[in-house]
């Protein structure tokens, strides 16, 4: 398990890295802890090889939540965690996918089960893919990186981390959906299907997926908000 926080006083950073030393020997688990003295210096040092991410919000030149949106930019996947004296600071993490918050002065009991389940979220997915054909070619994608999948010009079109990625053959998106029901994917229109991990928000008719609006049919609206609620219960989202 690799760790990185970013943490302008040192007393709190040592009591982090302490709790966690404790945990990884309670848990059974290899640890390596990297610490920063603001967001800044992470985000100039930042290579996406951390599970986790502790940051602090409220810190001078770059906050943790600055410095979160600046890594998710490079870094869809990493597990993001905020430190914060007030908890409405940290609804902001929200928009930058953060999975949940820890109020200072920090409690080891409270940071386990955060870290507990930022653990299992650092599993999900991790080796699922996708095969498409591609003009003969076969191309793999991994779920985590795909955003949705959208009927396009009677083909479907994958639109991912990486790029777009356009389908040949008959496949059609029921199919899909099917095959990633239980990853997180919903339909929220007859021609789009989404991962609910890259959902910012829903407004009206619309709901805001890694930055593109996508349309919400009345028909799938209902069902398209319970899944989001049920996703962000089961500790996806703050």
Same mark, same amino acid.
Request: glycine content about 6%; charged content about 25%; some cysteine.
């Given at each position: 398990?690799?760790?990185?926080?970013? +943490?302008? +006083? @040192?007393?709190?950073?040592?009591?982090?890295?302490?709790?966690?030393?404790?945990?990884?020997?309670?848990?059974?688990?290899? $640890?390596?802890?990297?610490? /920063?003295?603001?967001?800044? &210096?992470?985000?100039?040092?930042?290579?996406?090889?951390?599970?986790?991410?502790?940051?602090?919000?409220?810190?001078?030149?770059?906050? =943790?939540?600055?410095?979160?949106?600046?890594?998710?930019?490079?870094?869809?996947?990493?597990?993001?965690?905020?430190?914060?004296?007030?908890?409405? /600071?940290?609804?902001? =993490? /929200?928009?930058?996918?953060?999975?949940?918050?820890?109020?200072? @002065?920090?409690?080891?009991?409270?940071?386990?089960?955060?870290? %507990?389940?930022?653990?299992?979220?650092?599993?999900?997915? =991790?080796?699922?893919?996708?095969?498409?054909?591609? !003009? !003969?070619?076969?191309?793999?994608? @991994?779920?985590?990186?795909?955003?949705? #999948? &959208? #009927?396009?010009?009677?083909?479907?079109?994958?639109?991912?981390? &990486?790029?777009?990625?356009?389908?040949? =053959?008959?496949?059609?998106?029921?199919?899909?959906? %099917?095959?990633?029901?239980?990853?997180?994917?919903?339909?929220?229109?007859?021609?789009? $299907?989404?991962?609910?991990?890259?959902?910012? %928000?829903?407004? !009206?008719?619309? #709901?805001?997926?890694?930055?593109?609006?996508? @349309?919400?049919?009345?028909?799938?609206?209902?069902?398209?908000?319970?899944?989001?609620?049920?996703?962000? %219960?089961? !500790? #996806?989202?703050?």
């Amino acid at each position: 398990m690799r760790i990185a926080i970013a +943490e302008d +006083e @040192p007393k709190f950073a040592q009591q982090v890295q302490t709790y966690l030393q404790r945990f990884a020997e309670e848990n059974q688990l290899s $640890l390596t802890v990297q610490t /920063y003295s603001d967001g800044a &210096e992470l985000v100039e040092d930042y290579r996406p090889v951390w599970d986790i991410l502790l940051l602090d919000v409220d810190m001078p030149g770059l906050d =943790g939540i600055s410095a979160a949106r600046c890594i998710r930019e490079v870094d869809a996947d990493v597990v993001i965690i905020f430190v914060t004296n007030l908890a409405q /600071y940290a609804i902001c =993490g /929200y928009e930058v996918n953060a999975l949940d918050y820890v109020l200072k @002065p920090i409690n080891y009991y409270a940071l386990s089960m955060k870290l %507990k389940k930022a653990l299992r979220f650092c599993h999900r997915d =991790g080796s699922k893919f996708l095969l498409l054909n591609q !003009g !003969g070619d076969v191309v793999r994608i @991994p779920l985590r990186q795909l955003y949705y #999948v &959208e #009927v396009y010009n009677h083909q479907l079109r994958y639109r991912t981390a &990486e790029g777009d990625f356009l389908t040949t =053959g008959s496949r059609s998106l029921t199919a899909v959906a %099917k095959e990633l029901a239980g990853d997180g994917f919903v339909r929220c229109h007859s021609g789009y $299907l989404v991962n609910l991990r890259y959902v910012d %928000k829903l407004e !009206g008719n619309n #709901v805001q997926v890694a930055g593109e609006l996508l @349309p919400v049919s009345r028909k799938r609206r209902k069902e398209f908000l319970q899944a989001l609620l049920d996703d962000a %219960k089961g !500790g #996806v989202k703050l």
